[in-house]
Each structure stands twice: as C-alpha cells, then as structure tokens.
C-alpha cells in the first residue's frame, strides 16, 4: 500500500477550489504521459462543490475533454435523471459544461433502465465495461462520518475478492439500494484522493488514518493516496 499525504486546507470552499486546481493538472499530466485521461468520480456535498468549482475556473480549458474517461464509484439505484443519483449531479455541475466524448462517459445502470430493477444484472454490466477499460488514472472518494467511501459501508459483510461492482441492498443510508465499486476495483487507480470536509468527518478521518477497520483505511492507489481535507476534518488528527 502507498503512504498517504494528507494535506490540510483552510476551510470547505478552499478545499473544492484546490482539488478543482489538482484535477486540472492530474487530467492533463495523464493526457500528457498517454493521451487519454480515466477519472472516477465521487458525489457528496464536497465531490459537487469540487466540480462546480472546475467547471467555474478557466484553467478547465487546459483540458482536452474529448480524450477523458469518465466514471463513478457508485450510484444510488434510483431513476435516470433523479436529483440524487451522483450521476445527475455530476452532470448538472461539471459535465453538462464542457465538451466531452459521450462515449467516454460511463454511468452505473438507473432503475429504469436497460436491467430494470435487476440490481445484479446492473452491476454485472458496469464490472464488463470496467474489465475493457484503462486503469484509472485518478479515483476520487468522499468520506462519510462512518468511515464509509463509494457504498462500501463498515460492518458489511466483505464481497467475494474477485468481485470489481457489487450491488448493495442495505445501505445504512437512503436510498438502501445502490450499485458500487469494491476494494479490488478501487485499489487498481494510480492515484485516489480521498476528500473530507467538516467537523462531522473529523473521527472518522482520524480513525481511518489510524489504521482503523474501516473502508477509509484500506484504499490505496497504485502510485499515491492522498487526503485533501479541511481544518474541521483534520481536528482530530494528533
């Protein structure tokens, strides 16, 4: 596993534009080395205001648009367009902005669609489509006070290792269904950036850096783990 950096920013708003900042650089540093660039995104409050905040700056033009890989690390099983499908929101901040390849952008399955509300058959379709697909580039991921990231939650039971997507039934937060990347999938990144904002995150932030059983402790991208967090998150790091 790689050492994590952890770096400290004022407050939420300076956290967004700085990682904002950092994807614009990763994104082409990655087009630069390959041509192309693979990026998953996470939702949350701090994952939105983050893309909003790339969407807003006009260093985003430094990116060639049409040569990222867009993905997710979950999604809420829900309808296409529903206000809380990370999918939806990605869109609405970032995505709908700029001129991507839709053939390149990779949404998980919405319960109206293609597999209907056969959850298996959904996860089953993203985990092809990810076993044709680059490595990821960059992996982004919210932190839940629980120490949960994706929809990958503490306590539940571990998904057979060999498994890229699962599909979630219970999830301690609603919606309780959802479809989600696991560990092995996660863990295949060159980079992953774990971002954190605000008091409520601040045990669990600490927890996971301690080493703790939680999915927060046991991401690690292949060349670099960072997490970019707030002062109220790192509050209670010694």
């Known amino acids: 596993m790689t050492s994590p950096l952890v770096v400290v920013h004022r407050d939420a708003n300076v956290l967004a534009q700085a990682v904002a900042a950092r994807l614009v650089a990763s994104i082409t540093d990655a087009q ?14 701090i994952g939105g205001a983050t893309l909003r905040e ?44 700029v001129p991507l390849d839709l053939d390149r952008v990779h949404p998980m399955a919405s319960s109206d669609g293609d597999y209907g509300d056969d959850l298996d058959s959904a996860a089953a379709a993203y985990a092809k489509e990810l076993a044709d697909a680059a490595p990821f580039d960059l992996l982004l991921l919210g932190v839940g006070p629980d120490g949960h990231v994706a929809s990958l939650f503490p306590g539940a039971s571990p998904p057979d290792e060999a498994a890229t997507v699962i599909a979630v039934r219970a999830a301690p937060k609603p919606p309780p269904t959802r479809l989600s990347l ?34 927060a402790a046991k991401v690690s991208g292949t060349q670099a783990t960072k997490w970019l967090i707030d002062r109220a998150a790192a509050s209670a790091i010694a």
């Not at 630069?32 to 409050?45: E, I, N, P």
């Not at 954190?196 to 059983?213: F, H, R, Y």
């Open 32 to 45: 630069a080395a390959r041509g192309v660039a693979s990026v998953v995104l996470t939702g949350g409050g």
């Open 54 to 97: 790339l969407a807003a700056t006009p260093a985003r033009d430094a990116v060639e648009w049409s040569a990222v890989d867009v993905w997710w690390g979950d999604e809420r099983f829900l309808p296409s367009g529903h206000p809380e499908r990370n999918e939806t929101q990605a869109t609405e901040a970032l995505l709908a902005h």
């Open 182 to 215: 696991t560990l092995t999938a996660i863990n295949t990144a060159r980079e992953i950036w774990l971002i954190a904002a605000g008091e409520e995150k601040a045990a669990a932030v600490q927890a996971a850096l301690s080493g703790a059983d939680l999915p």
